[in-house]
């Protein structure tokens, strides 16, 4: 089955600090990968989706210079949080699919990501 | 108005029950439904795709009703193993790919 790596699962770190994420689809090509955020006790809510070889396009309210995506290859798309804050602390999940068209996302194992 | 929309609960039903959950879109030009189960802290696992016939996995029925914009799990037989969230999840009209997410119905099962 089609398989979503993520790294690193934890991340303690101090306010101010740019914390880098990976995603990767270990057994197929993923030309698109979305990025969510969850917050406790609420859903997933989509950041951006990752294009291989373009820019990403964010969803509204969620600010592109402050979330760094990179999707340099068709396995690989990464997410920056740039000098994150306290307010940045969430669950931060990856997600792909093998093929375009009507077929369910795969998600990795997700980051905790908690700024002190 | 949410693009997707679930009752969050929680649903707190004695083991052997069964427990209905429905969940309604916004966007009429979706086409791709599915239901998701999320542990604890944990990444969401897909639970099974919805599709227009009605589809059913062992103790679960899905179903979509395009004319109402809604679509329901059904779990017959509940399992203590059944507790969890349950996220439905629908793509964005105009885009394939895009899964939008509900805001997730919390399932408790007691013994």
């Known amino acids: 089955g089609a398989v979503v790596s993520q790294h690193p699962s934890r991340v303690i770190c101090k306010s101010g600090t740019s914390v880098k994420i990976e995603c990767r689809s270990l057994d197929f090509q993923a030309t698109t990968m979305f990025w969510y955020r969850q917050f406790p006790k609420q859903s997933l809510m989509l950041m951006a989706t990752?294009?291989?070889?373009?820019?990403?396009?964010?969803e509204q309210g969620v600010e592109k210079d402050k979330f760094l995506i990179n999707h340099a290859s068709l396995t690989l798309s990464t997410l920056t949080v740039t000098s994150a804050h306290p307010e940045d602390s969430s669950f931060y999940i990856c997600s792909a699919t093998p093929s375009a068209g009507n077929q369910p996302q795969h998600f990795g194992d997700g980051t905790r990501l908690s700024i002190l | 108005r949410k693009e997707v929309e679930q009752d969050p609960g929680p649903f707190n039903v004695p083991e052997g029950a069964t427990v209905a959950f429905n969940c309604t879109y916004s966007n009429s030009a979706s086409q791709s439904f599915f239901w998701y189960r999320q542990d604890c802290r944990k990444e969401p696992k897909l639970l099974m795709s919805?599709?227009?016939s009605g589809n059913e996995d062992g103790r679960f029925t899905a179903q979509l009703n395009r004319a109402s914009q809604y679509i329901s799990l059904l779990i017959r037989d509940s399992k203590l193993s059944d507790s969890a969230t349950y996220l439905c999840a629908v793509n964005r009209g105009s885009s394939a790919s895009k899964i939008i997410f509900g805001s997730g119905t919390r399932l408790s099962i007691r013994p």
């Open positions: 990752s294009n291989e070889g373009s820019k990403a396009t964010y």
């Open positions: 919805v599709y227009s």
